[in-house]
């Protein structure tokens, strides 16, 4: 039968008696296929969310994850008729091309600032949505939108704002911009700015119930509300400083899910609604789970951020009353052929040296040598969660190897601690110095291991911007200079014994 008899069966059903019963039937026939396909979905990105939890399974993960998104793109696009296929198609190429190029081109050391954009245009993308809503909703008067669809539009406008404004803020502190010589990275506070933003916040909430009371004619508050809720996204991470930028990641995407979610509400779109949860869940448990690796709490963070860029290059000579032992390659890689145990704690200096293939390479020279080599990963190490993993996944460390902080009750058996770029991390001052701004954080405690070799350029503090006192420490080496080249050096040394 070729589409041509379709169509004239097609059209003759339409006017036979009960063709509206059969079009109903086949309405209720299509919403249900739709459905089902939603909750595949849905599915599909439960199982998948649960395997990105282990590398073993992480590929299998992203890729059932995928193929769910691809089902609901291909039943959305099927069910709603809102523009051309031509126009669905020019977007896909456009936007598939831009992530193609920035997939390629993005350098590890970048992925930070990525992240941070994509949850900035997540949110945008939902904002965006529910303002599409509402104009479709106040353009006909014969239909009047229900109060829940009306305040999800809100909703889905404030969240998604805030967190395109906030994610951009997150970028250039994470990318060190200046503006008229300000680094925009260091925290910035002025009197009263939390009172004010309480008060932008109560502001929205008043514009949101304008919107569910006068939606005819509340285009300006909703305009308002875009303005109220930018603002507020800037005032929100502004004052938070460097130390506290993979809690800020975190957050912002679980606000870019929330944002999906009501979104989701306002369209009434099930799939929507579902991988807006998850993703914003997903999100808040990661937050919770960097607060507590700096004994901190997420208002504390939000309210009280800390931490600067070193203002200069730094200087790799100790303040007058202090000493800082120095070792080249050649005496470093003595040491570690005769070590027994070895842990490596790596953090953002390994990622902007971009040493990790070198710090591999190193530690199986060690193991071929009999030496136990393992790798120490605090939650908050880098500039975003699971920065160092993703780093030393690309350089196929074993996961086996990476151990968290419980590795520390063995310290005082381990021989040597390679400490590479991490700084805040291993600071004995979270644990021995009270009222300081890092107190009680958990740290490594790899002064406890009988040496510490320290792969920095300078003696400059980390990006809470506090003195470390493990430089000074009799047991303690410093390793001046790029890590990768210092990582590199010590790999050549070993192979030549």
């Known amino acids: 039968m070729d589409w041509s ?49 282990h ?87 014969s239909k009047t939108p229900r109060i829940d669809t009306l305040v999800s539009i809100g909703l889905s406008v404030l969240i998604g704002t805030v967190t395109f404004t906030g994610s951009l803020t997150a970028f250039a502190k994470l990318e060190g911009l200046k503006f008229r010589g300000i680094v925009l990275s260091n925290p910035f506070v002025f009197p009263f700015q939390h009172w004010l933003n309480v008060g932008l916040l109560l502001l ?13 004619h509340a285009l300006w508050a909703v305009i308002l509300l875009y303005l109220i809720a930018a603002a507020l996204g800037v005032l929100v991470v502004m004052p938070i400083g460097g130390a506290d930028m993979p809690v800020v990641i975190s957050l912002l995407n679980s606000y870019s899910g929330l944002a999906a979610m009501t979104t989701g509400f306002a369209l009434d779109n099930y799939c929507l609604i579902i991988t807006g949860s998850l993703v914003g869940a997903s999100g808040i448990i990661l937050t ?33 009353g202090l000493t800082v032992r120095k070792m080249d390659a050649e005496e470093a890689a003595m040491v ?56 030393l996944a690309e350089a196929n460390v074993p996961y086996e190897q990476l151990y968290d902080l419980s590795i520390n009750d063995e310290m005082p058996q381990i021989d040597v601690a390679i400490v590479i770029g991490a700084n805040d991390v291993v600071n004995p001052a979270a644990r021995d110095e009270p009222g300081n701004p890092i107190y009680g954080m958990p740290i490594f405690e790899v002064d406890k291991c009988k040496t510490v070799m320290v792969s920095k350029r300078s003696l400059n503090p980390g990006f809470a911007g506090i003195e470390n006192p493990l430089f ?26």
Request: contains cysteine; hydrophobic residues 50%.
């Open 5 to 53: 008899c379709a169509a004239l069966l097609a059209q003759h059903a339409a006017s036979a008696p009960g063709a509206a019963a059969v079009e109903q039937e086949l309405t209720a026939v299509t919403r249900l296929a739709i459905n089902l396909s939603y909750l595949l979905s849905a599915a599909l990105f439960i199982f998948g969310l649960k395997m990105l939890a």
């Open 55 to 141: 590398p073993r399974t992480a590929r299998i993960g992203n890729r059932l994850s995928a193929f769910g998104m691809l089902i609901a793109i291909v039943v959305t696009l099927g069910d709603r008729h809102i523009v051309s296929y031509w126009t669905i198609i020019a977007g896909i190429i456009a936007g598939g091309t831009i992530g193609a190029i920035l997939a390629v081109r993005v350098k590890m050391t970048g992925m930070p600032q990525m992240v941070g954009l994509l949850n900035g245009f997540g949110g945008l993308a939902s904002a965006v949505v529910a303002f599409g809503e509402f104009l479709w909703s106040a353009a006909d008067p």
């Open 204 to 216: 929205t909430v008043l514009m949101i119930t304008f919107v569910t009371r006068n939606y005819e």
């Open 288 to 320: 919770k789970i960097m607060c507590d690796a700096m004994n901190r709490s997420l208002l504390n963070v939000v309210a009280g951020g800390f931490g600067q860029e070193a203002s200069g290059p730094g200087s790799t000579q100790a303040a007058t």
């Open 336 to 391: 570690l052929e005769a070590a027994q145990s070895v842990v490596i704690v790596p953090g953002y200096g390994m990622a902007v040296a971009q040493a990790q293939h070198s710090v591999a390479e190193m530690a199986a020279l060690l193991e071929k040598k009999g030496v136990n080599v393992r790798y120490g990963i605090h939650p908050v190490a880098g500039r975003m969660p699971g920065h160092m993993n993703v780093l």
């Open 472 to 497: 000074y420490k009799e047991n303690t080496v410093m390793l001046f200079g790029d890590a990768k080249k210092m990582v590199t050096e010590i790999s050549q040394q070993l192979k030549g014994h």
